[in-house]
């Protein structure tokens, strides 16, 4: 401590980071500021200038807390209640993904593809509501039907529509893949039909993080087949059968993934495989489809 009794900001964030390094929490100086600063109330860039500042008494206590819960490797997100995703802050819990940096890709592919005015959007297995408010955003003219199978998922992507201000054209639908279509819309009704999901294998788990093997959700991460693209022939169908001529099917996938996407697509002639766009990492990672 700076003067052998009241700490100061950087004193307990240096704390933090030490605490966080001998539990092998990666990024442990990052996490200690993010931790630390949502202590006091404030963000890890105005945590800063300050970390010269005696910490207010009870920031310790609620601080160790925080690292706690860290150095046992409980996601940073699921402890401060949010996460970033098309530089809108979301909320997210232990109902839902978190969002990741490459599932932006999707938006970003949908955005290049001017879709028309009033454009009907399908977000298949939403989450935390991400791509469908993120859209929601970008589109102020289009509407967006965002389905989930989960009821707790989908109350957060439910605060996350409100908390954006795009509630009022985002219909939520409780159900499994495209079955909430079949009561939504006709056949041919969508401009675009997106997803992000569930695409780890069974064998895949042990390898992840602990962070995600035993904290996210196993429904949004495994299908229950345990193969990573046993999702997908049903979202190609849903494709085929609900987007307009013109419409487009834009897809995350897994690592390795692409290479049984043309298997998938053959026998559905009513989709053409237009890209598989690659990651920031080189992976190749969304697939964008076009009905014909």
Known sequence: ?????VPTLGDLAREGASYLEAHDVP?????????????LGIS???????????APPDAGRRFRSHLKR????????????????????????????????????????????AAPPGSLIADIGTGSGNIAVALARELP???VLAIEVSPAALEVARRNA????????????????????????????????VSNPPYVSQAELATLDPEVREHEPRQALIPPSGDSLSFYPGLLDAAARFLRPGGHAIVELPSGGSDRIPAMMAGRDALELLTVRVDYSGIPRIVVARHR
């Open 141 to 143: 003219l289009a509407r």
């Open 1 to 5: 401590m700076s003067d052998g009794s």
């Open 162 to 193: 409100a908390r954006h201000g795009v509630a009022s054209r985002i219909e939520f639908l409780l159900g499994d893949l495209a079955e909430p279509l079949e009561r939504a819309v006709q056949p041919g009704a969508l401009d675009f039909l």
């Open 44 to 54: 890890r860039s105005d945590l800063l200038p300050r970390v010269e500042r005696p």
């Open 70 to 113: 860290r150095g046992e490797r409980e996601p940073l997100q699921h402890i401060t209640g949010v996460q970033e995703f098309w530089s809108l802050e979301f909320e997210v819990s232990a109902a839902v993904l978190i969002p990741r940096p490459e599932t932006e890709l999707v938006v970003e592919e949908v955005l290049r593809r």
């Open 27 to 39: 990024l442990a100086r990052f996490d200690a500021q993010v931790l630390l600063a949502r202590v």
